[in-house]
């Protein structure tokens, strides 16, 4: 007969995405190791290397041996965050999962509030968004504005106005994001998709203990991009839209023209107007093929069933 106290743990597998992560790395096991002491779970730490070129993963390989609890898995090549947390999550065994970035801007003593709110209150997942964006380029901070506006018009999944991707899970759910296999993964979306009931802690926004953003503006406006695509057609339906106008407001033209050239002859003039009209069009008309390129794109990378990552190095079964 097992007493109550043999009873094993619930433990918490916590996914760390790192790529380039040297400096921040060792301040955050530093506050994991820390906050471990006062929780009632067990940790599990499930460290990710994303093709970093700095020391990470020798960092990540000389914690593993000295705390049981980390294990690390190391990518052939930089494949993203979100192949990242993908990996994780497919390798965690925690009762409970979650996600966070290393530089400690997701605050690892929220995770005690967050535990909480799903053992007592009975949520399935708790996030995390952040209310300030202080520290940020204003001008970074307008276009993410603009982004979740626009996304939540679009799209029927609910896309939270800075909500980070630092979560606590239930293994239900984490079953559920892991069966959405597709590759071109929008975490943000997925969580939704995914439904559950989701608290949202706020807090102000903390900026990176050591290291750089790896978000240059750019990659970001990709990423927005990707987003739109993964969640939403309506830029197809809207192409459509703008066709059928066009094509109602030429008929009206033609009907104008016709009655015109009846009335008062045929003077030949008007060449600059037709010129910018011909452009455009012509440009309207690439654009919308460019819509269609990219739904067309992403559909192209899904059907090739690439992996999502590729692992070079790690100390799981082993
Ligand atoms: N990250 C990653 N692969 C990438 C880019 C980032 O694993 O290609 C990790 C990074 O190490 C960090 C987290 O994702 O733990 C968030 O990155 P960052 O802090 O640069 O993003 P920000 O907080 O500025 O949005
Ligand atoms: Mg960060």
Redo the contacts with the bound molecule.
């Keep these: 007969m097992k007493k109550e106290k043999d009873i094993k743990k619930e433990t918490i597998s916590v996914v760390v995405p790192c790529y380039n992560e040297e400096e921040a790395l060792p301040y955050y096991y530093e506050a994991m190791d820390k906050l471990s002491k006062d929780l009632k779970q067990d940790l599990e730490f499930v460290f990710v290397n994303d093709g970093s070129r700095d020391k990470t993963l020798e960092i990540l390989k000389s914690l593993a041996k000295k705390d049981k609890r980390i294990k690390y898995i190391s990518f052939s090549r930089n494949f993203g965050k979100e192949a990242a947390m993908y990996a994780g999550f497919s390798n965690a065994t925690g009762d409970y999962v979650t996600t966070m ?1 290393v ?1 400690l ?2 605050p690892p003593e929220l995770l005690k509030e967050m535990i909480r709110f799903i053992k007592e209150d009975g949520y399935d997942s708790v996030g995390v968004r952040r209310v300030t964006r202080k520290g940020e380029p204003p001008i970074r901070s307008f276009f993410a504005r603009c982004f979740y506006k626009l996304i939540n018009k679009m799209s029927d999944i609910e896309m939270v106005d800075g909500a980070r991707d630092y979560r606590l899970m239930t293994r239900q759910m984490v079953n559920a994001l892991l069966e959405l296999k597709e590759y071109n993964r929008y975490s943000k979306g997925l969580f939704s998709f995914v439904g559950f009931n989701t608290k949202w802690l706020e807090y102000e926004n903390v900026e ?1 203990v050591a290291g750089e ?3 240059s503006f750019w990659k970001l406006f990709k990423y927005a991009i990707e987003g739109i695509v993964a969640f939403s057609t309506v830029p197809l339906v809207l192409s459509s839209i703008i066709g059928i106008l066009l094509c109602v407001v030429a008929f009206l033209f033609i009907l104008v023209i016709i009655a015109k050239t009846l009335v008062f002859g045929d003077p030949v003039s008007g060449w600059p107007s037709l010129a910018c009209i011909i452009i455009f069009l012509g440009g309207l008309q690439l654009f919308c093929i460019g819509v269609m390129g990219e739904y067309l794109s992403k559909t192209y990378l899904e059907t090739k069933k690439r992996p999502i990552y590729i692992v070079k190095d790690t100390n799981i079964n082993k």
Excluded: E, I, M, S
Aim: aromatic letters at 12%; charged letters at 60%.
């Design positions: 970035d530089d801007q997701d990176r953003t790896k978000w």
